[in-house]
């Protein structure tokens, strides 16, 4: 299974950009590298997902470097409903293996 | 469209209770997945299931855990002779496949506190 390491926790302000990075060392060449954002009393839900490069969609971006040991989440000019805990997870089709382990829980104040 | 529901949202029962939580999923995903979240903490993996292949129970942490979907659909996840460290929020995920290039469709959970 590849192991995902997250910083615990991350502060920040209204308004600033926030990258959070997630390592993963042993990365299969199958494995996709999803997000997951999750709110106190709430399920896990779907940021965004990539297999190399960069992505992006309405909500964030993602940059996987060409090694695809890492990659940064990338959130635009947050703000305080975007204080949640942030997922990393690698996975491929076909195997379950997706360990969500502890997140990265961001903190936005005013 | 609906999401995944799940029942009840609380749960409290004795220590030594046997408990079941249901999960339904969302109207054609063929995987579903059961996971646990303790307070404060990341998710853990329990149990999966992918159309009519044997479930994938690696992640249950002992016998006293089990769980079965019928026709497909509905999934039951029962916890027997409970005891207070399995107080937790279940979570029940479906997608339309397994694996990392599939999204996960998670329910609003059950919090179970075991007394």
């Known amino acids: 299974l590849a192991k995902t390491t997250q910083p615990i926790s991350m502060d920040s302000y209204e308004g600033q950009e926030v990258n959070i990075t997630c390592s993963h060392n042993n990365i299969a060449t199958n494995d996709y590298i999803t997000w997951y954002q999750q709110f106190p009393s709430q399920g896990p839900r779907f940021i965004i997902q990539?297999?190399?490069t960069k992505v992006t969609n309405e909500v964030a971006s993602l940059f996987i470097p060409a090694d695809r040991k890492s990659s940064t989440l990338s959130l635009p000019r947050v703000s305080l409903s975007d204080t949640a805990v942030y997922y990393c997870l690698v996975g491929a089709t076909g195997r379950r293996a997706l360990t969500f382990g502890s997140g990265t829980r961001l903190q936005v104040q005013p | 469209g609906a999401g995944v529901s799940q029942s009840p949202s609380n749960k409290v029962t004795e220590k030594g209770k046997d408990v079941e939580l249901r999960c339904d999923p969302i109207?054609?995903?063929?995987?579903l997945y059961w996971y646990r979240q303790s307070l404060g903490q990341g998710l853990e993996f329990l149990i999966y299931?992918?159309?009519?292949?044997?479930?994938?129970k690696s992640g249950l942490p002992s016998d006293r855990f089990s769980a079965e979907r019928t026709g497909g659909s509905v999934s039951t996840l029962t916890i027997q002779r409970t005891q207070q460290e399995d107080s937790a929020v279940y979570l029940c995920?479906?997608?339309?496949?397994?694996?990392?290039?599939?999204?996960?469709?998670f329910g609003p959970g059950t919090r179970l506190t075991v007394t």
């Open positions: 995920a479906s997608s339309y496949g397994t694996g990392g290039n599939y999204e996960q469709y």
């Open positions: 299931f992918q159309g009519n292949s044997a479930p994938d």
């Open positions: 990539g297999y190399k």
């Open positions: 109207s054609g995903h063929t995987a």
